[in-house]
């Protein structure tokens, strides 16, 4: 479908009464959904500047992708963008699909497939196996994120999980708190439960049989990114990048959680 500019306009606007837009897309006549401006990891532009570089190496062309929980459509833009040969993009939240639709028209897009579908059901299980799927800022924001991941590695090759990690956890402290938060007031789906560290993440992904891991872990927003597989692939060589403010991190949260469990024992609550 082919919008005038005016008619972009417009359309954002109605869309974003219904829900306020959360993904920045830049649409023909360098109309954009929300500004460009973004400085929060959560934020689509940035995370996207933290992914592209590995999604690079893995080459996506001609591969079948999963996006979970697409929101608006930014990231399966740009898996297509990427040379996929489908992409499925799924969400819970029907204004969400109704934006990530308008999106791709407006982009003349036509390798992106819309599935308004909840994660835990049999129609998401029954949408077949993929080369690769995407799971970006997901995690944090289901009650059962074992299920989620179990699911997902039954149903693609490899996967890039990106999400709100617990700061205590590193790859061998499989660690898991509880969150409890409604980031968005008007989306029922914002709410975060669990924020799993990285080395809870890739123990549930080995229960798996998932075996090769690529971590990077930033402790600057808590935010992960793992890519995990069950075969071999040369982006594996590098297997992980830990910054050195994130070891120092880890350690000082470390050392505080021994001297607590001291105090504790010395209380009698141990």
Request: aromatic share 10%; charged share 25%; hydrophobic share 35%.
């Amino acid at each position: 479908m082919t919008y005038t500019k005016e008619e972009l306009e417009q359309t954002i606007g109605e869309l974003d009464k219904e829900q306020a837009w959360n993904h920045a897309i830049e649409l023909p006549y360098g109309v954009w959904t929300v500004t460009r401006e973004q400085t929060s990891y959560g934020k689509n532009l940035v995370k996207w500047e933290r992914i592209r570089r590995y999604l690079e190496q893995i080459d996506l062309k001609r591969k079948r992708v999963l996006d979970v929980g697409c929101g608006e459509g930014f990231f399966s833009v740009q898996m297509s963008k990427a040379g996929a040969r489908e992409v499925v993009a799924c969400d819970i939240s029907q204004p969400r699909i109704r934006k990530a639709r308008f999106v791709l028209e407006a982009l003349g897009i036509g390798n992106v497939r819309l599935e308004q579908v909840d994660i835990y059901s049999s129609k998401f299980r029954n949408l077949g196996h993929f080369d690769f799927a995407l799971c970006l800022g997901f995690l944090h924001r289901v009650p059962n994120p074992y299920g989620v991941v179990e699911t997902l590695a039954s149903m693609a090759d490899m996967i890039l999980f990106e999400w709100k990690a617990c700061p205590y956890g590193s790859r061998n402290r499989p660690l898991m708190m509880y969150d409890g938060r409604l980031s968005i007031s008007d989306d029922p789906y914002s709410k975060a439960y669990f924020r799993p560290s990285i080395g809870c993440v890739v123990a549930m992904l080995e229960d798996q049989g998932f075996s090769h891991h690529f971590i990077v872990d930033d402790p600057r927003q808590h935010r992960a990114i793992l890519i995990s597989a069950n075969a071999e692939h040369p982006l594996f060589d590098g297997q992980t990048i830990t910054s050195n403010r994130s070891r120092l991190t880890q350690l000082y949260q470390y050392s505080r959680l021994y001297a607590a469990s001291i105090r504790d024992v010395l209380r009698g609550r141990l």
